[in-house]
T-cell receptor, first 113, second 112 residues
């Protein structure tokens, strides 16, 4: 069974631009969540989607958004990029129930210059 | 979410057992104790979880205190590949969400 796949793995953007990251969950998984990891703040939860609906959201500004498609694939978008958005963005998938094991992708490394 | 407290770092020698402690004094009755680890340049991976009883799997063992206010992840024979940041996380079984709240974790250093 294929794991969680994230694309692109690495990207460099300029301040003010916007970026879209993609995530393909494990087959059969209906929940996809996104996390941001920085050296200063550690791993922080961004949002979770389940069956195309956002059902949980972390404490991030509205510049961070996401969506989930009917095939459970998900994208997250960051608009008006700031230098502080440079981070590892991790996607995770699970069957969607509270106790289910959560599986992470290898992440997308975003550098904002 | 109930918080956990872990040491910032621990060191071990290869092939020795490692006991990683976690304190969670405000744990609620519906909180499961989960452990994840993150190897360098990788996403976190599930290690083990439990509610009240001690648990074993192929990766590790989880020992849970009788009052559930603390737990210990046990790696029976550390290898160099076990060098990672280990996160102790409480998950409310009734939350309806499939998300994790990460703390700082414990960085485990393994020496040959």
């Amino acid at each position: 069974k294929a794991g969680v796949t994230q694309t692109p793995r690495y990207l460099i953007k300029t301040r003010g631009q916007q970026v879209t990251l993609s995530c393909s969950p494990i087959s059969g998984h209906r929940s996809v969540s996104w996390y941001q990891q920085t050296p200063g703040q550690g791993l922080q939860f961004l949002f979770e989607y389940f069956s195309e609906t956002q059902r949980n959201k972390g404490n991030f500004p509205g510049r961070f958004s996401g969506r989930q498609f009917s095939n459970s694939r998900s994208e997250m978008n960051v608009s008006t990029l700031e230098l502080g958005d440079s981070a590892l963005y991790l996607c995770a998938s699970s069957e969607g129930y509270s106790g289910n094991t959560i599986y992470f992708g290898e992440g997308s490394w975003l550098t904002v210059v | 979410d109930a918080k956990t407290t872990q040491p910032n770092s621990m060191e071990s020698n290869e092939e020795e057992p490692v006991h990683l402690p976690c304190n969670h004094s405000t744990i609620s009755g519906t909180d499961y104790i989960h452990w994840y680890r993150q190897l360098p340049s990788q996403g976190p991976e599930y290690v083990i979880h439990g509610l009240t009883s001690n648990v074993n799997n192929r990766m590790a063992s989880l020992a849970i205190a009788e009052d559930r206010k603390s737990s210990t992840l046990i790696l029976h024979r550390a290898t160099l590949r076990d060098a990672a940041v280990y996160y102790c996380i409480l998950r409310d079984q009734n939350s309806g969400y499939s998300t994790l709240t990460f703390g700082k974790g414990t960085m485990l250093l393994v020496s040959p």
